[in-house]
C-alpha cells in the first residue's frame, strides 16, 4: 500500500516522455542514450561525451537528467570507473530510454556480458593449456659423452662457457646407435653426444617433433679433457618455447676433424708444449716427468759417473 512518507523519486518516471522527446534536449539526450545502448557496452569515450552533455544541460528539469547527474556523479567520484560502475552506469542510461526500447537494449547488454564472460573463460583456458604445454615432459642433468675423442675436447676449452645454449642434432644415420644425438654449439661444432642411457627416450620424443631447451651447467676441469655439464628439458610439440631437433642446421655437425690446418697446427704446437710440462698427479704430491726428460736425466747422470771414474 502506497503512503504519503514513500520516497516521490521512486514514483517519479525516469524515462523520456511524448512531450519531454518533442524538445530539443529531450531529442538529445534520446539519440545519445540511444547511440551508447546500441551495443550493449559502455565506452569511456561515450561516458565523456554524456557527462559533458550533462553538464550543458543539467539546469533542465527533466527527470532523466536530474538521474543521471546524481548517477555519474558517484561513478566519477573516486576518478576511476571499474566494470561494476560501469554497468551501473549503463543500466542507469537503460532507465532513460522509452519502455519500448528498454528491454531492446537490456539484451543487448546482457548478451555483451555474456560473450564477454565467453571470451574470459576461453582465454583462461587458452593460458592453462599452455601452461600444461610449457610443462617439461623430461629433464636432463648429464655430462657430454665423448669429449675425448676427434679433438672435441679442444672446442670444448676454446668455445664453451657456463650458461651458453647448446643444441641437440640427431644423427639416425650413426653407425654405433640408431639413437645417437650429437651434442653441437650454436656455430654447429660439436662437443660430443648425449649419453646412451637418456638416448632411446630422448630421440623418440625429439623424432615426434618434440621441442627442447639445454644449456651448459658448468664445466668439469679434469685432467687431460674438460667436460660439459649440460641442464636440458624435452616438452611437447605444442609448447610456446624450445627448439626443434636441429634440422634447420646442417645435418653433419662440424668436428674437430674438419678444423682448418692452421688451427690444426696451433693445436698441436700448444698440445706438444703442454705435455713437456712437469705433470702432477692430484693428492700426492710427486712430480712426473715426460720420457725424453728422463732420457736426458739418465744420460747425463751416466756420463758424470765416467767422468768421475777416468779421473
Known amino acids: ?55 550543458d544541460n543539467r539546469h533542465l528539469e527533466i527527470p532523466a537528467i536530474e538521474h543521471l547527474v546524481d548517477t555519474i556523479g558517484k561513478v566519477l567520484a573516486d576518478g576511476h570507473i571499474d566494470d561494476s560502475e560501469r554497468k551501473h552506469l549503463l543500466k542507469a542510461i537503460q532507465r532513460v530510454l522509452p519502455p519500448l526500447e528498454r528491454d531492446g537494449a537490456e539484451q543487448r547488454r546482457l548478451s555483451r556480458e555474456d560473450q564477454e564472460l565467453r ?25 657430454v659423452a665423448g669429449v675425448q675423442y676427434e679433438g672435441r675436447n679442444l672446442i670444448v676449452e676454446e668455445q664453451v662457457d657456463v650458461d651458453m645454449p647448446v643444441f641437440f642434432s640427431r644423427e639416425v644415420d650413426n653407425e654405433y646407435s640408431k639413437h645417437a644425438i650429437a651434442i653441437v654449439l650454436e656455430n654447429n661444432a660439436m662437443i660430443g ?103 736426458g736425466i739418465f744420460l747425463l747422470s751416466l756420463w758424470f759417473l765416467l767422468s768421475q771414474l777416468w779421473k
Open 193 to 295: 653426444y648425449l649419453p646412451e642411457e637418456y638416448a632411446p627416450r630422448v630421440a623418440q620424443l625429439l623424432d615426434g617433433g618434440c621441442k627442447y631447451t639445454a644449456r651448459v651447467k658448468k664445466v668439469l676441469e679434469g685432467r687431460n679433457v674438460s667436460i660439459p655439464v649440460v641442464l636440458a628439458e624435452v616438452f611437447s610439440r605444442s609448447a610456446t618455447k624450445g627448439d626443434i631437433a636441429l634440422q634447420r642446421r646442417s645435418t653433419s655437425p662440424t668436428r674437430a676433424s674438419e678444423v682448418s690446418p692452421l688451427k690444426k697446427s696451433r693445436q698441436r704446437s700448444a698440445r706438444t708444449k703442454e705435455s713437456s710440462k712437469p705433470q702432477h698427479v692430484a693428492g700426492r704430491g710427486r712430480v712426473f716427468f715426460s720420457k725424453p726428460i728422463v732420457i
Open 1 to 55: 500500500m502506497s503512503t504519503a512518507a514513500e520516497d516521490p523519486v521512486k514514483k517519479r518516471r525516469l524515462s523520456l516522455t511524448i512531450s519531454q522527446l518533442s524538445t530539443v534536449a529531450g531529442a538529445e539526450l534520446y539519440s545519445l542514450c540511444q547511440a551508447i545502448t546500441h551495443d550493449g557496452a559502455l565506452s569511456d569515450t561515450e561516458i565523456s561525451e554524456l557527462s559533458r552533455w550533462i553538464d
Open 119 to 143: 571470451g574470459k573463460a576461453n582465454l583462461i583456458r587458452s593460458f592453462k593449456g599452455q601452461e600444461v604445454h610449457n610443462r617439461p615432459l623430461l629433464k636432463l642433468d648429464f655430462m
